[in-house]
């Protein structure tokens, strides 16, 4: 049910991909997903293809878990597809009703969906092969020079850290009063919309109950520890760079390079 | 309500890298009427099991035969299914959710789409059962109440559905020894009262010891043995390489037997203990 759900999931294993520097994977994601929208051609999407599918061979994340979360954004992926299919002009191949398929039409849709798929692909790559903790201080550390005008890095490295831990807890949660209340005889299921969003009340209220107290609790937790944000805090694992670090930021900026060459010239 | 559980198994996360076994060919045959203690460490599957019972999880291999139906067949109605088989949740206190307690004890009769009537004196019964006073609390919100009354009116909830089988998974953990004791004596009452099948789950020996008429231990998903208390009680080195203990008053018992004092040592409660050693006491003086 809910726990089909692996955005922002963590997938620990033992390779070279987790092991790499938080930092060095986000900005390799970023620039991932620049090259992507930079991408004019299929050709180019062979190439970025041929990375992501070499990094997640590396990254020892079984294939079928990340084909697991696209499965909810299906109908978005779905809706792009028909948007594109059907809105746009050109020789037409095949009439539905009053919806025409044109040549450029599928051309557009099969290239906007495979963007879509490869984009949710990387990102959620990310999350599966670096842990929240890692990610949070990786945050943290690339937002640092911003600090002089004002950004406050460490707080809010800090929430996403404890909005990330909170997810699984809140999906446990939400599943254990759902079947409490489904041995009580509710009914998630049927009914017409105005039903199932009544059905929802006894499952909400308890949520937001348990959602506030444990926020309560939390914070209660960190000031009995006497935590008062990041000023003088040291860190037990400091990051630092390594081989594979350059190797593999070197990699990514190869396949942006490709990418480029290919729509420029 | 006769139950037979044959053969159960349940994956947590099937196919992922936190699959866990939870429970591995799990067999149990419940006779109508019976009053059962199930008991296990923690993470032992006790509460896995117990969904099952009422369809909430659905088993990865095996049946449960309630009645004659088994109720793991895809064709079955689940809601009559949960109107026969209550399940009373840990910490039911979590779930509690409208503005009154009467609203919320009405919860499970109004979706088993009874009369207006009949739901009234239900939750008035069930409020009333669990030692709780209808007409004080009745238009109070439930989050008003202390955390030993919530959970009455959780429990209440459930027991307004009149089920054949009543499960409670731990109905007592974080309670006081008072608040403890009552609760514990109601769900014996009900018991005498309507000759229902009763599953109390519980990690404590000593609170299901008198009142259950068979015990089931669980072991990281499997059974680990069933009989009557003084069965189960007479084998304390196994209960105890599980990491449960045995009444105070039991272990007592068998010092004074490995002393060379000749009394009985299927004994778990105080009174019938006292009994024991005054009729040893006796016997000697004589
Ligand atoms: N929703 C779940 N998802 C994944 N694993 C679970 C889930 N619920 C329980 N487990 C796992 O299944 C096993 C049995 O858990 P269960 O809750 O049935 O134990 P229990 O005997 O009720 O323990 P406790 O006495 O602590 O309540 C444990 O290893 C637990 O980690
Ligand atoms: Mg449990």
Redesign the pocket.
Known sequence: ML?DITIGQYYPADSCIHKMDPRVKILATFVYITALFIVKHFVAYTYIIAFIAGTILLSKVPLGYIVRGLKPLFLIILFTFAINMFMTKGEILYQIGPLDITKEGLYQAVFMATRLVLLIIGTSLLTLATSPIQLTDGIEKLLNPFKKIGVPAHELAMMMTIALRFIPTLL?ET??IMKAQMARGADFESGNIINRAKSLVPLLVPLFISAFRRADELAMAMEARCYRGGENRTRMKELSLHARDYIGGFITMLILLAVLINRFF | MSIRIENLK?V??KNTP?E????DDVTIAIEKGEFIGLI????????????HLNGILKPMSGKIIINGLDITDKKVKLREVRQKVGLVF?YPEHQLFEETVYKDVAFGPINLGLSEEEIDQRVKEAIEWVGLNFDEVKDKSPFELSGGQKRRVAIAGVVAMKPDVLIL??PTAGLDPKARDDILEQIKNLHDRYKMNIIL?S?SMEDIARLVDRIVV?HK?KIALIGKPNEVFEKAEFLESLGLGIPQITTLMNRLKNLGIPVRNDIFTIEEAKKEILHWMGRKKC
């Open positions: 726990r446990e599943d254990k | 349940h947590y996360n936190f866990t076994i939870a429970l296990g460490h923690t993470g032992s599957g006790k509460s896995t099991l117990v969904q840990q998974d731990e789950v990690h669980m998903g």
